[in-house]
């Protein structure tokens, strides 16, 4: 055989060759771990596992670990489930407080980037709808399942602000933060947002545009609205201040309240929250005309936004161009007063005898088949609403249906875009 034939031959060896399989960064944290345990615990695992050799037990556990894990700088989140499966649950249960320190903090050095020590991880786990103590809704959404292992989050039983672990993340170039062991975090939510700030762009060159009435130029935006009904730690009032709308905002947890501040802040935007009994008895005007944040916040309930507005006179109405109803697995019960926030915009001074709309945008979850379906429920339904308005050209649209993302099998977070429009003259 020639050396070039040889050549080629070895050549294609190496391409045939599986290629080797990348070790996890938790796996590479857990085996020196491991051996530095005494064997005296190994063998006992080995016993009760019915494992036949040391080196069967340790490949078990470094198996069984998880291979997925999420940074919210400066925690790791892992995800639900992990060290549950056996021989773990046995193993850890066996340890002292400092052989399990020394796990996580084993793991957490082997995920920090050199430059930014990750000093905390948790278990990640699902948000409850109910309260488990009880049969009432988990309106604050807040995560009481959250499973800390290494790192303080705060107190549990006496909570502060300052106290507490605040975390971070960046989507969309826009900073989100958040206490996990009080608020909730989707990060599934970055295509909506990502949707939103584009939701103006400039009309395309070429073909006729779907929706031509979605472009607005930036001084149109400027003077204009966004309400968010469910503002959270500021999923989507982010992507509305971007734009270069004002942004009011009604959301009751107070540790969501406080994430949509510091991140506010974070992200340059001013912002102003209105939390106290006095300052939320007072007259809405007072709390916001002339008011120079571009980001007001009230600790209360939603079921007050549509009074608050309507209780404006003509000259401090705001010109309402979005309406955020960004709740699961259902808003509807906020649709109306939606609904009656964006039309009470159509009368504001910066309106004109040409066409006033805007959107409303209803977030539900709903199975794959019914879409269609409950599309047309909710057309009829604001068909109706409208028909009830003393402006007869009032019309409103469900002109998008947006999938988010899967909530369960066979069924879908969606948003639908509802455009309410007015060709009233003033």
């Known amino acids: 055989m020639t050396d070039t034939v040889i050549t080629q031959h070895l050549k294609a060896q190496a391409v045939d060759r599986p290629p080797k399989k990348k070790e996890s960064p938790i796996s590479l944290a857990i085996t020196p771990w491991l051996n530095s345990l005494p064997s005296t615990l190994l063998d006992l695992l080995k016993q009760n596992t019915r494992a036949s050799t040391l080196e069967e037990v340790q490949q078990n556990l470094v198996g069984s670990a998880p291979k997925r894990w999420v940074v919210y700088e400066p925690m790791v989140l892992l995800p639900s489930g992990s060290f549950t499966c056996e021989p773990w649950p046995s193993l850890l249960t ?26 905390h991880l948790a278990i990640n786990e699902g948000i409850p709808l109910f309260q488990s103590d009880q049969q009432e809704e988990n309106i604050l959404r807040s995560p009481t399942g959250l499973h800390p292992l290494h790192g303080s989050f705060g107190s549990p039983t006496s909570p502060s602000f300052p106290s507490s672990l605040w975390v971070s993340t960046k989507q969309n170039s826009l900073t989100q933060t958040w206490a996990p062991l009080h608020t909730m975090f989707s990060r599934g939510n970055i295509k909506e947002k990502a949707r939103l700030l584009s939701f103006h762009s400039t009309i395309p060159l070429g073909s006729p545009p779907l929706h031509p009435h979605r472009y607005l130029p930036p001084a149109t935006l400027n003077n204009s609205y966004a309400i968010d009904l469910y503002a959270g730690i500021g999923y989507f009032v982010f992507s509305y201040a971007r734009l270069g709308l004002k942004v009011l905002c009604w959301e009751l947890n107070p540790w969501s309240v406080e994430g949509l501040r510091r991140g506010a802040l974070a992200n340059k935007f001013t912002v102003r929250v209105i939390t106290t009994p006095e300052d939320l008895g007072r007259p809405t005007k007072e709390l916001i005309a002339g008011a120079e944040e571009q980001i007001i916040v009230f600790q209360e309930d939603n079921r007050h936004a549509a009074r608050r507005i309507a209780e404006l006179g003509e000259e401090e109405k705001p010109k309402v161009r979005h309406v955020n109803c960004g709740f699961l697995p259902t808003s ?59 402006d007869a050209t009032l019309k409103a649209n469900v002109e ?27």
């Open 400 to 426: 998008h249906v947006e999938m988010v993302k899967t909530y369960a099998p066979d069924v879908w977070h969606v948003v639908f875009d509802v455009y309410v429009s007015s060709s009233i003259t003033n």
């Open 94 to 119: 066996s340890l002292s407080t400092s052989q399990k320190e020394d796990l996580w903090t084993s793991i957490l050095d082997q995920l920090s980037p050199p430059k930014a020590p990750l000093t």
């Open 332 to 390: 509807e019960p906020v649709w109306k007063d939606s609904f009656d926030i964006l039309v009470q915009g159509f009368s504001a001074p910066l309106s004109s005898s040409k066409q006033e709309g805007g959107w409303l945008h209803l977030h539900e979850n709903v199975g794959v088949k019914d879409i269609e379906t409950r599309k047309a429920q909710i057309q009829g339904l604001f068909d109706g609403w409208c028909s009830e308005s003393q």
